[in-house]
Structure formats: C-alpha cells, structure tokens
C-alpha cells in the first residue's frame, strides 16, 4: 500500500475563529456535524487535500499537521518507534470507524496515521 | 551571537599574526584568558558587563551591541526546550486538576448506555464539544482511556479523588520521560 497524505489538520487555540477565517478567506465549506464534533474542511475542490481543525491545548503552540493513509494504525506506529518516532496519542478507534494515531517524528515535529473506516 | 562574533574577531587576528595568542587576546579585552576560553567555547556566556566593554574595545557600532544584549536574554535551545516542556507538563497537571471533564468522561466510559460521541459527553458533561476534545485526547495521552475510549485507570474503579491522583501521577511519569521532575519542594 502506497501512504498518501490524506488530509491537513490545523491545530488551533481559536477553532472557531479559525474556521471562521479560512471559510472567509478561501470559501472553505467547515462542517462539524458529526460524533467527534470534528470541524470537517472541505476546501470544494478535487484538487489537492481537504483537512479539519482540532482545538489546541492552551500550552501548545497554533500548528499544524498532516495524516498519512496506512492500513494498520498498529503496526505503522511500531515501525515508528523504531524509527525513533515518539508516541504522542497511542492508536485509537474513532465513532465513524477510522483508526489513528499521532507521533512526535525525531524531530519532534508531530504527525498522524490514520485508516479509513473499512480499509 | 556574540560568541561568534567574537571568534570572528580573533580568527582575524590570528590571520594577520599567526602568533596571536588568546592571552594577548584577553589581554586587549583587558579580561582573563580562561574566561574568555569558556566564552568563545560556548560553555557560558559573556558576562553582560563585560560584553559592553568588550564591544567597546572592538570598536563595535552601538546598534549591533544593542542586539548582542538583546540576544543575551534569549534562552539557548536547551533551556528553551526545556522550558517548553515545564510549561506543557504543568499545564497537563493544572488541567487535570481544574476540569472536572477528565474525571466524568472516565466515569461515564465505564457505564454501558456510554455513547463514544463527543457531542453526547459535552451534553453529559456541560462543557463544550471543543473542552470534550481536548480533555480526551489528554486522556488518552496520559494513558487513562484506552483506543476504544475505555477506563484504564484499573480495578476496583477509582473515585474522583483517587482518579485524580492518578492522573497527577501519570503526568510525572510522562513529564520524567522528558527528564522533568516534580518534587515537594517546588522544584522542578
């Protein structure tokens, strides 16, 4: 399996005023009608990513990340940590179905994987 | 910064005289050679009295001394990162103990009417949908539910004071990880 980058996540200590300005600015539908009250972005075009917003801690800085496609959460996140990758949110099951984990890369710079519902 | 600029003084030096010493180096800056040796090894900084009187005997113009001692009030990367991290695992702590929302989500996963839906626990809970959010993800960073949004703060379960205590521990194992020590006494 190839890993695609299969959406953008902006981390925000404003989510709502960040959606509020993106909509504004790029015409960006933001949508968070669904069990994780996720603010969905769906930038309308078939070009290039769609992505979400995500509030940020207050200690945390405003950033924001991508998500990988790989078909077990698990076994990507292992492979990881032997890359000296650091665990930042183990692997867990979302309402929808999908499955994701965030890491710290030896960088420090954080990342997500993520599987589809039924992928 | 300075100690660049520095070193850049006394390669040039060295350049135009082979023989040119550190000594005669800290000599000209009228300081001691092993404080200028720390120095220019980057094992502290110039003392912010001297560094005034240093740019001085190096002619250098007033504005860039005024970015030297800005620049010296910057933490280096080290302190800064970990600065970083104190103030991350403390807010982790500080967040635990002011939001009762960690300890009710807990409490409701264990309950078989439990809906892993964040609307529903922001109505269960009376904080907003974003306040759920952020109190699960630091749930599950701190190991306190698992991947399918369970209790896994262990058996018989905890109430809330001892959920809390808990979680505080589980914020010092994870702020040790990051070499960050709570103690007693305050420090850290």
Redesign the interface.
Known sequence: MNHPVMQFQIISKS?EETARFYGSLFGWRID?DN????RRIDTGSAEGIHGGI??A????PNFVQLFMAVDDVGASVAQAVELGAKV??????L?EGD?MAVLHDPQGMPFAVWRRPNA | MFRDRLQREFDARKQGNPRYSLRAFAAFLETDHSTLSQVLKGLRRAPVRQLRAWCRKLNIQPEEITIYLAAEHVPDAITAERQSQLLHWSAEAMAIVSAPVHWHIVRLSRDRGFHPDCRWLAAQTGVTVDEVNLALTRLLRLGLIDGQWKDRTGRPPVDEAAFRKLALARVQEKAAEDHIKFTPKGNL
């Open positions: 989510p968070s069990p994780m009250g996720y995500w509030p801690p207050p200690q945390a930042l949110i183990p692997a867990t099951k309402p499955e």
